[in-house]
């Protein structure tokens, strides 16, 4: 049973920057693929960006793709993102996903494809 806690998340102004962590324990992390997903208020959980468990692959939604970074740190059992030029339309709550993969070239989009959720981390943007 993998363990995933978010941090990092706050009320920022357009413009700004900001990195989430995801911390995960229980399992092994370094054969875990992961995911940024996250939810605005009367919205559905959309994916963000994901990242192999190798950490050489990634992927972006287009609405943040050269404005977010996802990557991770094996060695801490964390995932990050860094999140440069926000805008009031990212604000929603964050949530980090994890799910086994037998490739370190894979990588998920969907939620579907995730077993293990955290809490979720609040990020508004507003000026």
């Known amino acids: 049973q993998v363990q995933l806690v978010e941090s990092g998340g706050g009320l920022l102004q357009p413009g700004d920057s900001l990195r989430l962590s995801c911390a995960a324990s229980g399992g092994t992390f370094s054969a875990y693929a992961m995911g940024w997903f996250r939810q605005a208020p009367g919205k559905q959980r959309e994916f963000v960006a994901a990242i192999s468990w190798g950490g050489r692959q990634t992927t972006y939604a287009d609405s943040v793709k050269g404005r977010f970074t996802i990557s991770r740190d094996n060695a801490k059992n964390t995932v990050y993102l860094q999140m440069n030029s926000l805008k009031p339309e990212d604000t929603a709550v964050y949530f980090c996903?994890?799910?086994?993969?037998?490739?370190?070239?894979?990588?998920?989009?969907?939620?579907?494809?995730?077993?293990?959720w955290g809490q979720g981390t609040q990020v508004t943007v507003s000026s």
């Open positions: 996903a994890a799910d086994r993969s037998s490739l370190s070239t894979s990588l998920f989009t969907a939620a579907r494809e995730y077993r293990y």
